[in-house]
């Protein structure tokens, strides 16, 4: 569970991490670098779409400035993932609230952008 989010820091399970970060459904928490910054592509989301999830939620930051390619949606979406894109701190949240839900036990990847 994400326990804080705010510019540039997230806390989950007790652990700070100051660097972007693909969050899985298990707890596992993973560094999530991009071949450019602020936009995400294909090769950005291969690994957490490899793990067959239901949902992949991705943060594009504290003011929503990362850019998602319509290529990279749909390469999601051609996979049968549902995707939620939104501000990391909504995505947060929307993250908490999917792994919390004891009823729908979903597998659910948050691929979070912490600053801009």
Do not use: S
């Not at 969050?23 to 090769?43: Q, S």
């Not at 793990?51 to 996979?79: H, S, Y």
């Not at 947060?92 to 912490?114: G, M, S, Y």
């Amino acid at each position: 569970m994400v326990e804080k989010y705010a510019f540039g820091l997230i806390i989950i399970n007790g652990k700070e991490y100051r660097y972007d970060v693909e969050v899985r459904w298990t707890g596992e928490v993973l560094k999530w670098w991009r071949k450019e910054g602020h936009i995400f592509d294909v090769e950005d989301v291969k690994r957490a779409v490899a793990q067959n999830p239901d949902i992949i939620i991705l943060g594009t930051g504290d003011w929503g400035m990362a850019q998602v390619t319509e290529r990279c949606k749909n390469f999601i979406r051609e996979k049968g993932i549902e995707l939620i894109i939104n501000k990391t701190k909504d995505a947060v949240e929307a993250f908490n609230t999917i792994i919390q839900n004891p009823r729908e036990k979903k597998k659910v990847i948050a691929l979070l952008h912490l600053t801009c």
